[in-house]
Antibody, heavy 120, light 113 residues
Framework: EVQLVESGGGLVKPGGSLRLSCAAS????????MNWVRQAPGKGLEWVAS????????YHADPVKGRFTISRDNGKNSLYLQMDSLRAEDTGVYYC?????????????WGQGTLVTVSS | DIVMTQSPDSLAVSLGERATINCKSS????????????LAWFQQKPGQPPKLLIY???SRESGVPDRFSGSGSGTDFTLTISSLQAEDVALYYC?????????FGQGTKLEIK
């Protein structure tokens, strides 16, 4: 069964930085597009960023563009989200999500999430 | 951006009855070259990550009970639970994956009447 384990969340002050990681296992990592999706407390789901298997295609949502960077290390079966210039509105659970394939299609598998809290 | 709007925001249905959730996209998510609607449905229970139920608007994910079905095309879609079970109490989201940003609907809260 696909495993996605997020880490790196925590409490950070506004303007600070965090780097989230997602350790993937039980599938051939570089064959899949990967994504980050977040959920503010008590709110809905918001797509954050996507990266193709070979890192050829990278997309970020407008609210995080220029502040967050998605990346991956296929040798380590890991996905990352570098988050800089954090704001209170970035607070929420961040999910690592695997596509069904490498063609930017539907989100098939979700990790349990890691909580990011931006507060002074 | 494609805006996804679900209705209703909340829904209370008796056990064994049918539940219907609607999702409307601000522009078509039907890709004419392959005749596929780039629309998915997710279920989220408290404290859990979302779970994929339906993809391509009407294809059921492996392991999802057949009481869940999806329909629609273009801009109007429906998730139907044919006979509500207690374990179906959850939030339900639609999402388009036709183009970035891959927007979700605001969610529909399904409860037992």
């Amino acid at each position: 069964e696909v495993q996605l384990v997020e880490s790196g969340g925590g409490l950070v002050k506004p303007g600070g930085s965090l780097r989230l990681s997602c350790a993937a296992s039980r599938f051939i990592f570089n064959n899949y597009t990967m994504n980050w999706v977040r959920q503010a407390p008590g709110k809905g789901l918001e797509w954050v960023a996507s990266i193709s298997g070979g890192s050829d295609f990278i997309y970020h949502a407008d609210p995080v563009k220029g502040r967050f960077t998605i990346s991956r290390d296929n040798g380590k079966n890991s996905l990352y989200l570098q988050m800089d210039s954090l704001r209170a509105e970035d607070t929420g659970v961040y999910y690592c999500v695997r596509d069904v394939g490498d063609l930017a299609e539907y989100f098939q598998h979700w990790g349990q999430g890691t909580l990011v809290t931006v507060s002074s | 951006d494609i805006v996804m709007t679900q209705s209703p925001d909340s829904l209370a249905v008796s056990l064994g009855e049918r539940a219907t959730i609607n999702c409307k996209s601000s522009q078509s998510v039907l890709y004419t070259s392959n005749n596929k609607n780039y629309l998915a449905w997710f279920q989220q229970k408290p404290g859990q990550p979302p779970k994929l139920l339906i993809y391509w608007a009407s294809s059921r994910e492996s392991g999802v009970p057949d009481r869940f079905s999806g329909s629609g095309s273009g801009t109007d879609f429906t998730l139907t639970i044919s006979s509500l079970q207690a374990e179906d109490v959850a939030l339900y989201y639609c999402q388009q994956y036709y183009t970035t940003p891959y927007n979700f609907g605001q969610g529909t809260k399904l409860e037992i009447k």
